[in-house]
Structures are given as C-alpha cells and as structure tokens.
C-alpha cells in the first residue's frame, strides 16, 4: 500500500480530502506560504469527525531557523495537539547553512513522545541525504516528508531513489511537491515509495474584491478540490497494480 496524504488549510479543504479518500491528512494554516501551524479550531474538528492526522508544527513562515522562543511556542502547539488526541505532528529545523538542528529537532521529539512523526521539507535543504536519513532515524521518525531536494518531486526523483534505497524499511520516505494524478505513476514506477503527499488544490475564484483591495487576501490561495483527491488516489492505485503484475 502506498498511502495517500492531504495537506489542508481549511474546514472544507479536511471535508473534500476526506471524501476523496485520503489516507491521512497535514493539517496546515496558509498553505501558500508552505504551510504553518493550524488553528485550534480546524485541530478540534479534524479531532471530532474522527480523521488520522498529523499537525504542522511551524510558528511563521520563511525558514526552518528557530530560536528560543519558536521553540516554547511549538512546544505548546505540540501539547494542544496531544490533548486533541490526533495522529501525530510535522516537524523540521535547520541551521543557517541548511544542516538539520539536531538540538532543535531532539527538543521537539521529547516534547511528542508517544506521537507519530513526519519530518518536513526541512531536510531538502541539506546537503547530505545519507546523513539526514540516518539522523531522522536516530531521532525516532517514522517519515521523512521530500520533494529529492528539488524544487518539485518529479524533478527530484533520482535523490527520492537514493533516500529510498538509504532508509532500506526503517523510515517511510513520502514524495511530495507538484504531484498530481498525471505523474504519480511515473514517480512510483522510479522507486517503489511507501507515502505520496499532494495538495490537490486549485485556485480559489471569487474572493472579496474590497478585502483584495485593502490587502487582506494572501496572493496564491487555492482550495482541496475533492475530485483531484480522487483522481490521484485513483492513479496510485493503478501504478501499484500495474508494479504487482510485473
């Protein structure tokens, strides 16, 4: 099986990734700035209507360089995670050179212990993948999220081979970024993956043109269309057949 998760930034985006037959869902605010924490109230219904999921664990947007307080607020995010009862959290740090901060990430897998955990696109920007693999495996995740360090996982699909080959079943390795039902076959024919990752989204029309005005709307925005969750669920259920038959 090669399961199927959905990131989400809305009430409606978790209901229409639900429906479409999503194996798990990232639960995310502002997913056109690459995704950070959720609120609690998304958290609290994702916990409600009884969905597997894992929460982003991101105070703000831009990079993975955190200080001391990010890390006191992503603590507390963790605990209300905890409290809700879901999955898991999603997890990454970097230092300013993009190596993985070990003592950040330790940190935070103390604080989610007894919780499933991915580690994010955090670890496309190191430059060493056997390194980062073995290190995410240390520090006791269960998936590493990763486009092959490229800007896209189609394009990255040679380093998603090597950290396939790398984690050899210890750690389940999850292509993401610029997937759609039209090339994830071809991903999964490259290399055998455990955990595809879309957004299946697109762009949000009718937005409030005073709000647009005054700048309250964020460029980018998009919605989880439903029938793109089924179509790319559909089409990894066809590439594993297609593999078995071979």
């Keep these: 099986m090669t399961l199927l998760e959905i990131c989400v930034d809305t ?45 982003m664990i991101r105070p703000r947007a831009g990079d993975f360089v955190f200080t001391g307080d990010d890390l006191d607020m992503m603590r507390a995010d963790i605990a209300a995670v905890r409290a809700l009862g879901l999955e898991g959290v999603v997890l990454g740090a970097n230092h300013p050179d993009g190596s993985l901060d070990l003592a950040m990430l330790e940190a935070l897998v103390e604080e989610s212990q007894g919780m499933k955990k991915t580690l994010h696109r955090a ?13 995410a495996v240390a520090l006791g995740f269960d998936t590493i999220l990763t486009s092959g360090r490229a800007a896209s996982a189609p394009a990255g699909l040679d380093d998603l081979a090597l950290a396939q080959r790398i984690s050899a079943g210890r750690i389940t390795i999850m292509a993401g970024a610029g997937i759609n039902a039209g090339n994830v076959g071809a991903i999964l024919a490259a290399t055998p993956l455990g955990a595809i990752h879309g957004s299946c989204s697109a762009p949000i029309e009718g937005d409030s043109a005073p709000a647009t005005r005054l700048g309250f709307v964020s460029p980018g925005r998009r919605r989880t269309d439903g029938a793109s969750v089924v179509a790319l669920k559909t089409s990894i259920s ?3 057949a297609a593999h078995a038959s071979l």
Excluded at 37 to 54: F, K, S, W
Excluded at 123 to 130: E, G, M, P, Q, T
């Design 123 to 135: 670890f496309d920007l190191v430059s060493d993948i056997a390194e980062a693999v073995e290190q």
């Design 11 to 55: 009430a409606a985006g978790l209901r229409a990734a639900h429906k479409g037959g999503a194996d798990r869902i990232e639960l995310c605010s502002a997913l056109e700035l690459g995704g950070m924490t959720p609120t609690a109230g998304l958290m609290a219904l994702t916990a409600e209507m009884g969905v597997t999921a894992r929460v």
């Design 238 to 240: 066809q590439a594993k």
